[in-house]
């Protein structure tokens, strides 16, 4: 039983964070989504540092759905990147892959709808695969390396243990472990909630 | 890591089934909603023996949203009970809390539609506890007993274990592990997956 874990030992505690559905936009799609040269409006930082929530929202049309208010992270990036929850790729019609943040190749596109009107893209929409971020630091006193795949008990009013996730460690990531609404909800865990670095043989 | 599992021993493996949000109606609920003396109209066999997906569907009203076409789930039991993911939960504004079905004190009700008009419900609205459920030969071999919380590693796309999950065995039960679909779009599991009890000391 899950009882018997590493819970409690604080040295292995990882406070988590629950990524809502949001948009990466380029610059040269923020030009036709909001107007050339335009610059999104930063609100709110986010826990990795330079990251932030934009004040713009767009809406994003699948084959079989549409989902409104999509909120956008800044700052711009090389290429525009839609995450959802498996549930709304569903809604959506978009049949989005688990891939890693930026490896894009391959995946479906969508319409994105902005105040400039709609863009259709080619490439851009996934289900983000799990991962947990380290400062160099945290790393160090886990003993975490940049790349491992670690399992993370995660203890909200149940218990969900979510195996291989893989660990972001550098001097630029603070410590955080990312679920997206599904796998929150899953484990009906919220934000302030914490994951605990599971050891198994 | 998740490789040194119980997986791949058989004698270990219960099929998933995902179980979709449904509502399961007292007689007396069907009468409102459908007409005096109702019958359910059987459309599809459910895994567990005596259970079936009726031909009804109802649409479902919470402070936030609304869900249309909610399967219902037959035969009539002594109380309505609407099953929700905590997705679902959320979106209709409903504060579902986990509960094992039949455990209905004091959770929100909502508002059902059918052909007869709506009904306000006081009581009913949960996010079912995920639970296995054995025939008993199954117990025996597998030595589980009912009551027993045992911990089920799901591997779909991705790799989660499910902590504590309620066994319930008897001569009634088939062999079958129910995710809701959070939980299943969480591991990115489909029907026809398998989980494997998973042994932790």
């Not at 990524?19 to 930082?45: A, C, M, P, T, W």
Request: with cysteine; proline share 3%.
């Amino acid at each position: 039983m899950c009882d018997g874990c590493a819970c409690g030992q604080k040295e292995r505690q990882v406070p988590l964070g629950i990524s809502n559905r949001h948009i990466h936009l380029s610059q040269e799609h923020i030009d036709v989504l909001f107007g050339e040269g335009y610059q999104l409006q930063e609100i709110k930082d986010l826990s990795q540092p330079g990251q932030y929530a934009a004040n713009e929202v767009l809406t994003v049309v699948g084959n079989k759905g549409v989902l409104q208010g999509i909120r956008i992270l800044g700052p711009a990036r090389k290429q525009t990147q839609v995450e959802l929850s498996q549930t709304e790729a569903r809604q959506l019609g978009i049949k989005a892959p688990l891939r890693e943040s930026g490896n894009l190749a391959g995946t479906p596109g969508c319409v994105l709808i902005g105040p400039k009107g709609p863009l259709v893209i080619n490439e851009g929409c996934i289900v983000a695969k799990t991962h947990v971020h380290f400062h160099t630091e945290d790393g160090l006193r886990m003993n975490i390396k940049d790349g491992d795949k670690i399992d993370l008990l995660v203890k909200g009013e149940k218990e969900v243990i979510f195996c291989g996730v893989i660990a972001r460690v550098g001097d630029t990531h603070k410590l955080d472990f990312h679920l997206d609404t599904d796998e929150a909800n899953a484990a009906m865990a919220k934000n302030g909630d914490f994951a605990y670095i599971v050891n198994r043989d």
